[in-house]
């Protein structure tokens, strides 16, 4: 069964960066849509970006559109999100996520089989 683990979180400052990693273990991840999720405390978990198994069409959320990049190393069965320009509202657990068919991705959470355990954003100065 395919395990997802995200690292890279961490404390930085507004306007600083982190590249997050999603690692994948059981399975090749090459077959599987991806996506980043966040959530807040008190909030729903929001879609912020996906990408579907070929690494064609990212999709990113309105609110982090320009700051935040996905990409995947499928020969690595990796996926990161590199974001830029934090923000404080962008501090949440943020999660990776993944489906099996892979053709293509989305932002919504019942679009998705798999879940890792999520890692800790927090933009503060």
């Known amino acids: 069964q395919l395990q997802l683990a995200e690292s890279g979180g961490g404390l930085v400052q507004p306007g600083g960066s982190l590249r997050l990693s999603c690692a994948a273990s059981g399975f090749p991840l090459g077959y599987y849509a991806i996506g980043w999720f966040r959530q807040a405390p008190g909030k729903e978990r929001e879609g912020v970006s996906c990408i579907n198994s070929s690494g064609s069409s990212p999709n990113y959320a309105d609110s982090v559109k320009g700051r935040f990049t996905v990409s995947r190393d499928n020969a690595k069965n990796m996926v990161y999100l590199q974001m830029n320009s934090l923000k404080p509202e962008d501090t949440a657990v943020y999660y990776c996520?993944?489906?099996?068919?892979?053709?293509?991705?989305?932002?919504?959470?019942?679009?998705?089989?798999?879940w890792g355990q999520g890692t800790q954003v927090t933009v503060s100065s």
């Open positions: 996520a993944a489906e099996g068919r892979g053709l293509y991705c989305s932002n919504t959470v019942s679009h998705y089989e798999y």
